[in-house]
């Protein structure tokens, strides 16, 4: 079965760091587009940031940039969201989608993982 394996989540301290990991299982990350997602209670879905099929490209939301990192290894089959200068307001639940460039149809999504950050 395809799907993507999300782990690494967690609860730090203001200032902290923390790694996501995002693992496919069932099929390759190779020609997949990946974006990460954040949702915090009571607030909708936000793009965080994504990494291109080639990772050679990254892009973020500003509420981020300078201070997460997304990368990929494709001989591992995973993504990584490297998160430093955890602020409380990152506090939310993260989501990796990967979708395939020529087929947008192709999906798949993480299970989604917890990132508290206390103050």
């Known amino acids: 079965q395809a799907q993507l394996v999300q782990s690494g989540g967690g609860l730090v301290q203001s200032g902290g760091s923390l790694r996501l990991s995002c693992a496919a299982s069932?099929?390759?990350?190779?020609?997949?587009?990946i974006r990460w997602y954040r949702q915090a209670p009571g607030l909708e879905r936000e793009w965080v940031g994504g990494?291109?099929?080639?990772?050679?490209?990254?892009n973020y939301a500003s509420a981020v940039k300078g201070r997460f990192t997304i990368s990929r290894d494709d001989s591992e089959n995973t993504v990584y969201l490297q998160m430093d200068s955890l602020k409380p307001e990152d506090t939310a639940v993260y989501y990796c989608?990967?979708?395939?460039?020529?087929?947008?149809?192709?999906?798949?999504w993480g299970q989604g993982t917890q990132v508290t950050v206390s103050p």
């Open positions: 990494i291109n099929s080639e990772g050679t490209a990254t």
């Open positions: 989608d990967a979708r395939h460039i020529l087929q947008p149809s192709d999906e798949y």
């Open positions: 069932g099929f390759t990350l190779e020609m997949y587009l």
